[in-house]
């Protein structure tokens, strides 16, 4: 069948050349030769009409005497003759794809009036073909869409004849707007709208298109819709275990077709149309049948829809829709309105001069006639009036002076439209059996309307029965509204819409409020002012007060949401606080209410407690904290694909078997469980934070600018580096330097203008990594690192996968070692970041180094990485490292500190934040790892800076951590050892396991060796990354620790394990006695950090570590300043201590 | 005679304009390729079947639409009615392959929630020398969006078939796994007639129970 269409153009390889109008005279021959369609002349007549079809569109562009020809012999006259014949399929299909190519790319103006002249296309739409073979159908609809892109202002005419009020391919095509065929549907949506398109520049289409058949037409589509919702609703009503799912589906998205059918139209503009569209769809369908279904009892026979139902279509109907009459009335009336709009008194919409609501009462009623019919006799009637009445303003009154003519009683209905009139008609003509299609006189079609009031009586007499029992519903509400006062205006819609914002049970009906709640307010079409007298919010507005009911109601949710045993769903929670910022939050300041804010912090501590009892220190728990913050920024809710889904439709469920999004459900099992409980702790926190103007400092735990990544240009003084082979999974090979960073790890190549600083070409988290030996390789190790994935269930994805292969076996030995101790730290680390987020104790874990864990707790922040990119940026700037400081300074833990330090001589105390649990140890680890962050700029740029930043955060303890395992120092502060690393791994490999952890750990890593330029591998810059002013306080702080007996010792326990460090050091590493000092210095220096804000003690220490004369210029305007301020609260000039 | 089918599938093919959609189609479906002198036939659908196991032959009815339709309406219908489709860009027109991102977009928000088994077909690959993207690129683009990448070329029938029936199978597969399911009013998938042979098999059974649910 379709492979027919293959050879109709050209490739026959004839010999004459067929693109001739030669060759057309020759085909006219055979056309001639052959008027009756037989069996054997069959495929020859169609294989002529393709062959002409050819000659058309090569003449279109060659040779326009083509067309003359064809003209003129009235070659079209054929076709018609052939199709008449009733030729059977074969032929019209044949036939009817040829003309749909021909329409199709004719690109002359003149040729396709050719073609359209003498009314031959007229004749072949209104032909009736065999619609019900599919094939033919949708060639036949193709043809007809085909020529209504060929409509403009002049082809119109050939298509619409005024005179007659024909305009057989709009109303041939609106015949099959309800067609079963989906695609026979839309191809009827693309005619009509070219149609309306087209009509806006012609006076005399659009009144025959309005006047004639917009009514039928509309009433009939709005009837189509409301049936189709109305059999959704069923579906929703019936389902058992989500079964209807895919039927319900589908409902969904021919309701979204219609809607964005609908706005289509009205975005034409064209606004004789959109005042009868809009008066139809608001009254014979959104009113009546979504809006009342809201309020009326569930008993009731009026009910059509379920409320659930309707809140939803009616939120799909405000985001999609934004035409302003209308969307703004349907508003209106939910927001602002009583149930008076069903009475017939109601005037709200008479602005609408049209006619459905005239009798009064809005009514979802299937229209008396079919389309098809009223069409027709539309028509006829058209014909006979086309002159009496040109303008449609005069319809009514003349509606009316006829039916005063007949006598007809129904004075109260006078505005009862025309084409019902004709409906009515209709229905006596069949009923009489007189064939309505042939009325063409006068005389019979008047007879006909007369009668049809008759009917019309009748029928209008049935109406008023349901309307007598609406109305006594009604009525009893009036009086009830009555008895209250006037000035509460009775809102029955609003205050169905906020009562079902309880979530008490379930948040089935809340999530479709706060969807119409979000559609109303984001809806263009909607007037402020409407929304601001309610008070609702507007979003981008500047207000200075909100609906105290509705952020109420909302808070409520959310605090709902955070009960364990809620059942609010996250899309409802998330919508929730998306509704509260945007009622409270004006400009950038927030007028919530003390008490309401109180509510929504209580809130959040109620999430905060629910997602404790989900903590637990496995690794995958911070997998799942991280995936879900990531999920929840990379993926915000989007609420109108939220409106696309029809599985929100059915009760919320919690089983994940049913294949509904996370969010659109409730939690299965206890991983699912506390994914919701991260996410609502996520929420709230965010919510609080914003409405409270405080920037979030914490989260998440590492952020994307914070990392290291490919080609960054990083100081490698004082890192310690492996170089290794990469071989990637491919076989590329590439000669690389591993370093491992205190959450990354990154392969690095020499900067070939700065000595000492490497162009990074490979960054990746240790988190995400693994690493494992190669069997028969044993200076070879497999690296995988995966790609950080935001959905739970995606495979993950390696961002590399390759062997690292080192110039020994022990130098794999270290890098694996460094590797692995730098995954689990990194984790460990984070997992002491969330522990502090959650408030809560870290638990010294006894199998864990211990001062790692608890300096985790001490530091509640995720500040290193901050400060981090500074010092890395802007390693000699120490204001850039202050501010980070001053930023600190907002948490809690650490802003104590600082004020302990100011204040009181012993600065112990405040090392150790108030939230942390642990006990004095807890302390001292702090301090180390306060030393290590100072000492930290020698290592690695990287551990510098985190260093550092921990430091500032008043949690100084982690970063060491990893560093530490690595590389014991000699010096008495572990932190002081700046030994190669190479060294250091050996250490670790003689010592006994138990040993270098505990030491290790212990041992704040980094600090010290930069200082040391002999102990760092690179001599040269170490210097330069570290801010004077650190260095200062911290030495401040050493010497407040000492002060301190419990510290002291503390100290003095570190001391020894550094020292049995050193001395492990020493053996594996040339580092002189002076490093040992110097680092020494350094250490006491990285002590201070912990409390950045004390600038106390310009000690000389601090000047003796500075090596580099960048370093000391910054350093010595610190310490001076810190002198100063410092005096009266470091007493120890000193910190001896150490030696 | 109605074909024996046990499908069909109906597919869509999108992508800037020019970039050789019709061409490709008419590749597939009538064998032949379209001379730059010959009318740009724009046609609605052709159709096509293809077996892609043997005795399993699936009816392909591949639209070509976009561009003609100035609606959202129309578009979204178009999309939203069929299950699979060829996202074309011309391999000597950067600006096309840059353009495959929003086409992807626009694609996934007419049909949510469900998705769409789309295809990126880089075409014109006869014209190396006037290349400007190049097929690494191209591949990491489709992987990065979970797609499989074919170039193709219309003019010298290359990998013509395999595009369409590389996408096929894919649809193929969903369909027997259940992943994509057969529904009354969406005419993505619709099951076919089936000779009364061996041929009758799981599948059939399986798709039509899925009918009645």
């Not at chain 1, 229209?367 to 009445?389: F, I, N, V, W, Y």
């Not at chain 1, 100081?715 to 690389?736: E, F, P, T, W």
């Not at chain 1, 680390?829 to 864990?848: G, H, N, Y």
Request: glycine share 6%.
């Amino acid at each position: 069948m379709f492979g027919r269409s293959r050879s109709w153009v050209g490739g026959q390889g004839r010999t004459k050349n067929i693109h001739s109008l030669d060759h057309l005279k020759y085909m006219y021959h055979v056309l001639t030769k052959n008027t009756t369609v037989t069996d054997h002349n069959r495929n020859l007549l169609v294989e002529t009409i393709r062959s002409i079809t050819e000659i058309l569109i090569w003449g279109d562009q060659n040779d326009s005497s083509v067309f003359d020809f064809f003209l003129e012999k009235n070659m079209f006259a054929f076709f018609l003759n052939i199709l008449r014949q009733k030729s059977g399929r074969y032929v019209c299909v044949q036939l009817l794809q040829t003309l749909n190519i021909l329409f199709e790319n004719i690109s002359h103006e003149t040729s396709l009036y050719y073609l359209l002249s003498n009314n031959h296309v007229n004749s072949i739409i209104v032909h009736k073909f065999d619609f019900s073979d599919e094939e033919i159908m949708a060639y036949y609809i193709s043809f007809l869409k085909t020529l209504s892109l060929k409509l403009n202002n002049h082809t119109v005419h050939f298509f619409y004849n005024e005179h007659t009020n024909d305009f057989a391919l709009y109303t041939e095509a609106i015949k099959f707007f309800n067609h079963p065929e989906s695609m026979v549907r839309i191809a009827v949506r693309t005619i009509t709208l070219n149609v309306y398109k087209v009509s806006l520049d012609n006076q005399h289409m659009l009144h025959y298109i309005r006047d004639k058949t917009a009514v039928p037409y509309f009433s009939n589509l709005v009837w189509f819709i409301g049936s189709h919702v109305i059999e959704l609703d069923k579906c929703v009503q019936t389902d058992e275990e989500h079964k209807n799912r895919g039927k319900l589906s589908d409902l969904v998205a021919e309701h979204l077709d219609h809607l964005h059918y609908l706005n289509d139209i009205l975005i034409i503009n064209c606004e004789f149309l959109n005042d009868v569209l809009t008066d139809h769809l608001l009254n014979r369908l959104f009113l009546p049948l979504y809006v009342y279904s809201l309020v009326i009892p569930e008993t009731s026979e009026d009910r059509k829809i379920n409320p659930q139902v309707s809140l939803y279509l009616l939120s799909q109907v405000f985001l999609i829709i934004h035409y302003q009459p209308l969307v703004n009335a349907l508003a209106e009336v939910i927001l602002n309105g009583d149930l008076s709009v069903f009475t017939p008194q109601s005037d709200i919409h008479s602005s609408y001069k049209n006619t459905a609501s005239a009798g009064g009462v809005q009514r979802f009623a299937k229209p008396s006639e079919s389309l098809e019919r009223s069409l027709e006799l539309s028509r006829h009637r058209g014909r006979k009036r086309t002159q009496k009445r040109p303008n449609y303003k005069n319809l009514g009154e003349e509606e009316d002076d006829e039916k005063a003519g007949g006598g007809g009683g129904s004075g109260g209905h006078g505005g009862e439209e025309s084409w019902e009139d004709n409906g009515r008609g209709g229905e006596r003509e069949k009923g009489k059996g007189t064939e309505g299609g042939g009325g063409g006189s006068s005389k019979g079609s008047r007879a006909s309307g007369e009668t049809a009031e008759e009917i019309e009586m009748v029928v209008m007499e049935k109406c008023k029965v349901s309307e007598l029992t609406e109305q006594n519903i009604t009525d009893e509400e009036k009086t009830a509204a009555a008895t209250r006062t006037y000035a509460q205006r009775s809102r029955p819609f609003l205050d169905m819409v906020y009562s079902a914002l309880d979530c008490s049970n379930d948040d089935y009906h809340a999530l479709f409020v706060l969807c119409l709640l979000y559609a109303v307010s984001h809806s263009k079409g909607i007037n402020c002012d409407l929304l601001e007298r309610l008070q609702l919010p507007v979003p981008d507005q500047e207000r200075s007060s909100y609906s105290l009911v509705l952020v109420e109601r909302l808070i409520r949710v959310m605090s709902q949401a955070a009960q364990p045993d809620g059942k609010v769903r996250l899309a409802t929670l998330e919508l929730s606080c998306l509704l509260l910022k945007q009622s409270v939050l004006s400009g950038n300041h927030c007028i919530i209410k003390d008490v309401q804010l109180a509510c929504l912090e209580g809130a959040r501590e109620e999430s905060l407690h629910l997602l404790r009892r989900f903590y637990k220190g496995e690794e995958i728990f911070l997998d799942m904290f991280e995936d879900e913050y990531r999920s929840m920024t990379s993926k915000p809710l989007n609420v109108e694909y939220l409106m696309m889904d029809a599985s929100v439709l059915l009760p919320p469920t919690g089983t994940p078997l049913t294949g509904i999004d996370f969010v659109k459900r409730l939690p299965c099992g206890d991983v699912e469980k506390t994914r919701r409980a991260i996410r609502v702790f996520f929420m709230l926190r965010s919510l609080s934070l914003q409405l409270q103007g405080e920037p979030e400092t914490q989260l998440p735990l590492t952020r994307p600018e914070d990392l290291i990544k490919t080609d960054d240009v990083l100081d490698l003084n004082n890192s310690d580096l492996i170089a290794c082979m990469v071989v990637s999974k491919d076989g590329g090979q590439a000669q690389r330097f591993l370093a491992v960073d205190v959450y990354q790890m990154s392969l690095v190549e020499p900067e070939t203008k700065r000595l000492g600083w490497g162009v990074v070409k490979f960054a990746g988290l240790l988190q995400d990594m693994q690493v494992s030996g190669v069997e028969d390789d044993s200076r070879a190790l497999n690296i995988v690192i995966h790609k950080p994935s935001s959905n739970p269930h995606a495979k993950p994805l390696p961002i590399l996968q390759a062997n690292f292969i080192f110039a020994d076996h022990i130098r794999c030995i270290i890098a694996k070692q460094r590797l692995a101790k730098g995954r689990i730290q990194a984790r460990r680390m984070k997992m002491q970041r969330i522990a502090a987020l959650l408030d809560l104790p870290v638990q010294p874990s006894a199998t864990e180094v211990l001062g790692f864990g608890q300096t985790a707790s001490a530091s509640p922040s995720g500040l290193p990485f901050r400060f981090y990119e500074q010092s890395r940026r802007a390693p000699n700037d120490p204001t850039a490292n202050r501010s980070v400081f001053a930023s600190v300074d907002k948490v809690p833990g650490f802003a104590v500190a600082h004020c302990v330090s100011q204040h009181s001589p012993s600065p112990l105390s405040s090392p150790s934040p108030p939230s942390s649990g642990s006990g004095s140890t807890g302390r001292c680890d702090s301090v180390t790892a306060s030393t290590t962050s100072v000492q930290s700029p020698a290592d690695d740029g990287t551990f510098l800076e985190h260093t550092e930043g921990e430091g500032g955060g008043g949690e100084v303890t982690q970063v060491s951590s990893t560093p530490s395992t690595l590389v014991p120092s000699p010096a008495l502060a572990p932190s002081l050892t700046p030994a190669s690393q190479p060294n250091i791994s050996l250490l670790t490999d003689n010592s006994a396991d138990t040993l270098s952890v505990e030491s290790l750990t212990l041992l704040p890593p980094a600090g010290s060796p930069h200082l040391h330029p002999c102990a760092s591998h690179i001599p040269v810059t170490h210097g330069l990354q570290r801010p004077g002013a650190s260095i200062a306080e911290e030495e401040e702080d050493e010497e407040e620790e000492e002060d301190e007996d419990e510290e002291e010792t503390e100290v003095g326990r570190k001391g020894e394990q550094r020292e049995e460090g050193e001395l492990q050091e020493e053996e594996g590493s040339p580092v002189d006695e002076t490093d040992a000092t110097v680092k020494e210095e350094t250490t006491t220096d990285l002590v201070t950090p912990t409390e950045e804000a004390v600038e106390g003690g310009g000690e000389p220490e601090g000047e003796d570590t500075q090596l580099d004369v960048d370093r000391d210029l910054p350093q010595r305007d610190d310490s001076v300043e810190n002198t100063e301020d410092a005096g009266t609260y470091s007493d120890t000039p000193d910190s001896p201590e150490l030696d | 005679m109605e074909t024996i089918w046990l499908y069909q599938f109906r597919l869509i093919v999108i992508g800037d304009s020019t970039v050789g959609k019709s061409c490709l189609i008419r590749r597939f479906t009538e064998g032949r390729f379209a001379q730059v002198s010959d009318p740009t036939v724009g046609v609605d659908f052709f159709s096509r079947l293809v077996e892609i196991e043997p005795g399993k032959r699936i009816k392909l009815q591949i639209w070509d639409t976009a561009g003609q339709e100035r609606f959202r309406s129309i578009t979204r219908a178009y999309y939203r009615n069929s299950v699979g489709g060829l996202l074309l860009f011309d391999i000597t027109n950067r600006r096309s392959f840059q353009n495959v991102h929003s086409w992807l977009e626009e694609a996934q928000s007419h049909v949510q929630p469900h998705s769409i088994v789309l295809l990126l077909v880089g075409h014109k690959c006869d014209l190396e020398a006037q290349r400007q993207v190049t097929q690494q690129e191209a591949e990491k683009l489709a992987g990065a969006f979970g797609l499989r990448y074919v170039e193709t070329s219309a003019r010298d029938a290359i990998n013509v078939e395999k595009a369409f029936v590389d996408l096929t199978r894919d649809i193929f597969d969903l369909v027997r796994s259940g992943d994509i399911k057969i529904q009354d009013g969406w005419e993505g998938v619709k099951s076919g007639f089936v000779p009364n042979t061996v041929h009758s098999s799981e599948e059939v059974t399986k798709g039509s129970r899925q009918c009645l649910c």
